[in-house]
């Protein structure tokens, strides 16, 4: 059965905080509490930051984000795609194109022209997508790319 995708709901948001703490912040110090917080802030906001699920039979195995404000960003740019993060058992199977079609939809239909994102293992993956690559820059001592795409 093919995953769903699906705004994010309460239910949602401890699974995909631990899912996203393994993925993103294993070595940082942010805590489960303040990640589910900042989903929470997400989901309870104004419309236009959005948190999106994929789910498989009901339970959620993937999210992505879009967000005004990246963390720590040295670039002055908005808005952001971020936090992509599928289980493992479900990557490969289009669930991340998946979440980032339906991040990039939600902008278009909010009148955004250009979304951005930070990566630094997945240039291959978002360039098959239509993302294209606009600088490499060095972030707390590793190599990091910010990539754009025009929905327009």
């Not at 992509?84 to 939809?105: C, M």
């Not at 997508?129 to 606009?134: D, I, R």
């Amino acid at each position: 059965m093919w995953p769903t995708i699906e705004a994010m709901a309460e239910d949602d948001v401890e699974p995909m905080a631990r899912l996203r703490l393994k993925a993103f912040f294993e070595s940082a110090d942010r805590t489960l509490d303040e990640d589910m917080a900042g989903l929470r802030g997400l989901i309870a906001g104004d419309g236009f930051e959005a948190a999106f699920v994929a789910r498989d039979r009901g339970r959620p195995v993937g999210s992505c984000l879009l967000v005004r404000d990246e963390i720590s960003s040295p670039h002055d740019l908005t808005p952001w795609l971020a936090g992509l993060v599928v289980e493992e058992a479900y990557r490969s199977g289009g669930v991340g194109t998946a979440l980032v079609g339906t991040v990039e939809a939600h902008a278009a239909t909010a009148g955004v022209g250009t979304l951005y994102l930070y990566t630094w293992q997945a240039r291959g993956f978002y360039e098959a997508l239509g993302w294209s690559a606009v600088e490499t820059f060095d972030q707390d001592g590793a190599p990091m790319l910010l990539m754009s795409k025009s929905l327009l």
